[in-house]
């Protein structure tokens, strides 16, 4: 039997999970977290290594499934959704995390004109106070579906993605300029936003700063968002172009991403070239029958495991309870017993009913007897 790194990656997943529920807690200290580095290359291995990290390297969405991204294949497949989120403070003294989770968008007051199924999700991190998250959150719809422009879906083509992509740029902007004029924010006071929008069997992820969504493709983790940090070689050379500098991993040595909303202490006069930027990055998916689940999830989760080990411990929980909010509750659980030192905030939408794990069979042992014991218990049954 021929292992893939995913089978590997489950059932060590479901080793650890079951160690945790049957043994006293102090096992769990046996696991430790060596680096709290996340890897975003694709490396496909030659061969499959049985140790386990929680941060092995996951698909990427540039590597080897480009093809199912984009695929332009004239499937009638059409996502079952629902979706269950849970968050928690973890070690902070205030909860600075706003979420947003919509399953169907045409039972919303906002009047849409989109294929079904459409929903809307959202996460917003918020620094520096609660407030800017806040105000993003009470204000997204009218932010994304009514001050925008939105294009006419009649029929899905690179100009209606093209179109739509500008519309949630100019939501980001907007959400951006309406915090530096908003008197219940602090200028010192931002945060990050990633929205996935789901319509019909396309999904359109925008990220601007350091939350993630992963997609689970057949148990494989492909990353929908690139974390906007000053370690990723292109936001860093574009820092630097706009006058900008890195000391110590932290953007102009206080912020340690680069893309956010608000922190307008930061940024240059509208309409200037700044090193801190709202503008969000996008990225598709062509969903199908091999898509399961999405995860979006703040930087709180994503410090302390991989996306690969998101999507196994998700795809394990499904099986056994088919419930994502009792996963999305599991990954944040996870994440508070590795020492993040975030808010956390979970979102699980699933996309398709999980095959549940096959009912196990009893195994019945066969015993071998001698004449003398067969005789004793014929007689102690009361036989001849």
């Known amino acids: 039997m021929v292992l893939s790194p995913t ?22 200290h046996q696991i430790d977290v060596a680096s709290s580095t996340i890897l975003h290359e694709v490396r496909v291995a ?46 902070r003294m205030s909860m600075e995390d ?25 996460v917003f991190d918020g620094h520096g106070g609660p407030e800017a998250a806040t105000y993003v959150k ?28 500008d519309s949630h740029r100019e939501a980001f902007l907007q959400a951006d300029h309406a915090l530096a004029n908003e008197p219940t924010v602090s200028s010192s006071c931002g945060t990050t936003a990633l929205t996935a929008l789901i319509l ?11 939350c993630r969504a992963v997609l689970c493709r057949r148990g494989t983790a492909i990353e929908m968002s690139q974390d906007h940090r000053p370690s990723y070689a292109p936001e860093q050379k574009r820092v630097l172009e706009s006058g900008g ?30 090193p801190l930027i709202a503008e969000p990055d996008f990225r598709w998916a062509t969903l199908c029958e091999e898509d ?12 302390v495991m991989s996306s690969q080990y998101a999507v196994s411990l998700v795809r394990q929980g499904l099986r056994r309870h088919n419930d994502p909010q009792q996963c999305a509750r599991e990954l944040v659980m996870d994440a508070l017993r590795l020492k993040t030192s975030d808010n956390v905030t979970v979102l699980v939408v699933c996309l398709s009913t999980p095959e549940p794990y096959p009912p196990l069979r009893r195994r019945l042992r066969c015993f071998n007897i001698s004449e003398e014991a067969r005789n004793r218990l014929r007689n102690f049954l009361g036989g001849n």
């Open 138 to 165: 009470r204000n997204a719809m009218r932010l994304f579906f009514e001050d925008t422009l939105l294009p006419d879906a009649l029929e899905f083509d690179n100009l209606f993605q093209k179109r739509l992509e």
């Open 245 to 274: 500098f890195v000391l110590d991993g932290y953007l102009n040595g206080c912020l340690s991403i680069t893309r956010a909303l608000g922190d307008w202490d930061m940024k240059l006069p509208l309409g200037s070239c700044s």
């Open 200 to 210: 019909g069997r396309h999904l359109l992820v925008a990220n601007a700063g350091d």
């Open 292 to 303: 399961e689940f999405l995860i979006i999830a703040c930087d709180g989760l994503w410090d």
């Open 46 to 91: 030659d061969s499959v290594s049985t140790e386990f990290t929680r941060f092995d390297s996951v698909s990427s969405y540039s590597e080897n499934v480009q093809e199912a991204i984009t695929g332009t294949s004239k499937s009638k497949y059409l996502p079952s959704i629902r979706s269950g989120s849970y968050s928690d403070i973890g070690s």
């Open 7 to 28: 089978m590997v990656t489950e059932a060590e997943v479901s080793m650890q999970y079951r160690l945790r529920v049957s043994k006293e807690p102090a096992v769990v």
């Open 98 to 122: 706003e979420h947003i989770m919509i399953d169907d968008l045409s039972s919303h007051p906002v009047s849409l004109n989109f294929c079904t199924p459409g929903a809307f999700y959202a």
